[in-house]
């Protein structure tokens, strides 16, 4: 891996600076959080007391067959339609239970409002949900008043008890859908009456699953208690508000005063409610702000993701609407209808509500509860801006501290990456050291490298040369003793001397004769590479590789009589631009190396190709091919393939010196072998 990676994945051990800061403010929110229900707990501690120095808490009520009012704001229109109690978001309650088979809705949805004055009752019937279905029953079964009491028909009973305790029972019942008027049973003078009740009057609209009715009558004429029964028609079957055995229960109406006096207790963004011991809700004031301009610094849709996963917001119970229904009872603050204080944050869309409750007390009684609901904007309006400050800065020191890692790992990478080329131009293609290096004076470690590389390359080209002046200097050395070797070998020849020792001398002589062309091998690659070196700075001449090629073919037919050579040639001219002497003693190279392994039976072929990026010539020889594991060291210093030795000696130099030739020209020199596997090519590239 490259360096600028390496630093760029350390670079991203900065990703833990955001997540220390949302832990932070994660830690702060929940601190506010709790910081916000006790301050919530406490106002309502103190709203609780101020409630019973005022004498204003609610009444102990029995929670059996009990009737809930809606409180309304008025404009409930006598029509059978329900639009106007859903505008105000009046939830109807159910009653009964639906039969299998039968449709999903409940055989009976009752409502009850009240605007101070009046009692608004709304009633949906579903006789398609009735207990005792029949296929042959008519959906709505009217009132016959021919011959017949007022027991006939599909019909409302209500049932009103005074604060005296007297039962007033009233039937509503209609002979076909428009306007109803109450009717009452009474005796007068012996003799059972029915007499109509104006001032329950309403509405009664058929619809395919039944009918709706809507009623209306004076608050004051509702009494204490109050309970309903809607019965069947065609079975007479029924269904009550009551409890089994009885007609009534507490008819819970708004306190109204009450209202007015939370008014006092009320604080921004709150909501303010009291529930009586039934759980129901008989006052209510305030309306939490759900508008989100409250915060208007929104954060970054991942730091929002990440604050509310890590804050668990999205774990949160979602909010319900019993402020809607009034009822508390299965709630989750219903506990402090049992002494104990609660609170909970509830989940709305994309706010968040805190709901707290408080148990009041009358008498070492619990009487009710005081509910207070408030929004989170102003603690996510802190907590967004928190987050986004730290995003932002996270982000800029992230940014800034990828971007100077990565600049300084490019900027190493450059120093490196000059220091390796460098070191790699040190060896030119003739396998010889350059002396010239660029030092660094920089005082860190790669600086501290280029220098230990150039004292390297010093003492490797002091190496180098001592080694290359090696061969000229043995030579000279040797070739005095050699002498003297020989010269007493010559004296012996003339001494008479025993006959096996005469073989020894004739060996003797033999060795001292091959060391002699050993040393005169030496001497004469010494003296090639001293000339190449002496004429690699001179000028080239423009000759025709053509003309040349054609004389050297008949100069080494004459030389190489039982060697059979070919020539190969364009018919256009080859102006290049070379020296011909060290050209030539190249050519004398290869052709000697083709001459030594081509066989009795095998021909060499000389041959030009011209090229569009270069001239070549090739020496084209069948016989034993090149070892694959050579073919890149062939034309290195002392490398040779012969497998056997003859009677002439062979450094393997002659190929090395193709090649420093070659270098001269700023040319290749290469070899392979044939495609058809029966002999091998060199080839001398001259760049045009």
């Not at 109807?92 to 409940?106: E, F, I, L, M, Q």
């Not at 809507?214 to 009494?223: F, Q, T």
């Not at 010889?432 to 390297?456: H, Q, W, Y």
């Not at 020199?669 to 590239?685: E, I, P, Y």
Request: net charge negative.
């Amino acid at each position: 891996m490259r360096l600028s990676r390496q630093l760029l994945l350390v670079s991203l051990f900065v990703l833990v600076l955001p997540l220390a800061g949302i832990n932070w403010v994660q830690d702060m929110a929940l601190t506010m959080r709790e910081q916000q229900a006790q301050v919530l707990n406490a106002s309502l501690r103190a709203t609780a007391a101020s409630l019973a120095l005022r004498d204003t808490l609610p009444k102990l009520v029995s929670a059996e067959g009990e009737v809930y009012v809606h409180p309304s704001k008025g404009g409930l229109i006598l029509d059978g339609y329900f639009e106007d109690w859903q505008a105000q978001n009046l939830v109807s309650r159910a009653y009964g239970a639906t039969s299998k088979g039968t449709d999903s809705s409940p055989p009976v949805m009752f409502n009850a409002a009240s605007d101070g004055s009046n009692l608004y009752l709304a009633f949906q019937v579903n006789n398609k949900a009735s207990s005792r279905p029949s296929s042959n029953q008519e959906n709505v079964v009217y009132y016959s008043p021919v011959g017949k009491t007022l027991a006939n028909g599909d019909r409302v009973q209500l049932f009103i008890k005074g604060e005296q305790g007297q039962l007033q029972q009233y039937m509503i019942v209609t002979e076909a859908p428009g306007p109803v008027i109450a009717r009452t049973q009474t005796t007068w003078n012996g003799i059972e009456r029915v007499v109509r009740e104006y001032r329950i009057r309403g509405a009664w609209r058929e619809i395919p699953e039944g009918y709706q009715l809507e009623l209306m009558m004076p608050l004051s004429m509702a009494g204490k208690q109050f309970g309903f029964r809607v019965i069947r028609g065609s079975n007479e079957s029924w269904i009550s508000s009551a409890t089994p055995g009885s007609e009534t229960g507490e008819l819970v109406l708004p306190d109204r005063a009450l209202d007015d006096t939370l008014k006092h207790f009320l604080e921004p963004d709150m909501r303010l409610g009291v529930i009586n011991s039934a759980g129901w809700q008989i006052a209510e004031t305030g309306e939490p702000s759900k508008s989100t301009k409250a915060h208007t610094e929104q954060p970054v849709w991942i730091a929002e993701w990440l604050f509310k996963t890590l804050l668990r917001w999205d774990s949160l119970p979602e909010y319900q609407a019993h402020w809607r229904d009034g009822g508390w009872q299965n709630s989750i603050v219903s506990e402090a209808l049992e002494g104990q204080p609660r609170y909970l944050w509830l989940k709305d869309d994309k706010s968040y509500r805190l709901l707290s409750a408080w148990p009041l007390e009358k008498d070492g009684k619990v009487v009710g509860a005081l509910v207070a609901e408030q929004g989170s904007h102003s603690l996510l309006a802190i907590t967004w801006k928190a987050l986004n400050k730290l995003f932002s800065l996270s982000f800029l020191v992230i940014v800034l501290a990828a971007a100077g890692l990565l600049g300084y790992a490019s900027w190493l990478s450059l120093r490196i990456r000059k220091l390796n080329q460098a070191t790699e131009d040190c060896i030119v293609r003739d396998g010889r050291l350059r002396t010239s290096f660029p030092v660094s004076r920089a005082k860190d470690e790669i600086g501290e490298l280029s220098r230990s590389i150039n004292t390297m390359l010093a003492r490797l080209e002091e190496h180098t040369e001592y080694l290359r002046t090696l061969g000229s200097k043995l030579s000279h050395e040797l070739r005095t003793p050699l002498a003297v070797v020989r010269s007493s070998l010559d004296n012996l020849e003339h001494e008479n001397i025993h006959p096996q020792a005469q073989v020894y001398a004739e060996r003797a002589m033999a060795g001292a004769d091959r060391l002699g062309s050993l040393l005169s091998s030496i001497s004469e690659a010494t003296r090639l590479e001293a000339m190449i070196d002496d004429m690699a700075s001179s000028e080239k001449e423009v000759v025709d590789l053509r003309q040349m090629l054609e004389d050297l073919y008949h100069a080494y037919s004459g030389a190489y009589p039982k060697v059979q050579f070919t020539l190969e040639l364009p018919k256009e001219p080859c102006p290049v631009a070379i020296i011909p002497d060290l050209v030539v003693q190249a050519m004398d190279k290869l052709v000697s190396n083709a001459a030594d392994f081509c066989p009795k039976e095998g021909s060499i072929t000389l041959r030009l190709i011209m090229l569009k990026h270069a001239n070549c010539i090739e020496v084209e020889n069948d016989g034993e091919l090149l070892p694959d594991s050579m073919q890149k060291s062939l034309f290195d210093s002392m490398v040779s393939v012969r497998k056997t030795r003859g009677d002439k000696a062979h450094l393997g130099l002659g190929l090395y010196i193709v090649r420093l030739v070659m270098s001269c020209h700023n040319g290749l020199a290469a070899g392979k072998n044939r495609d058809d596997k029966t002999g091998v090519v060199f080839q001398l590239q001259f760049p045009q």
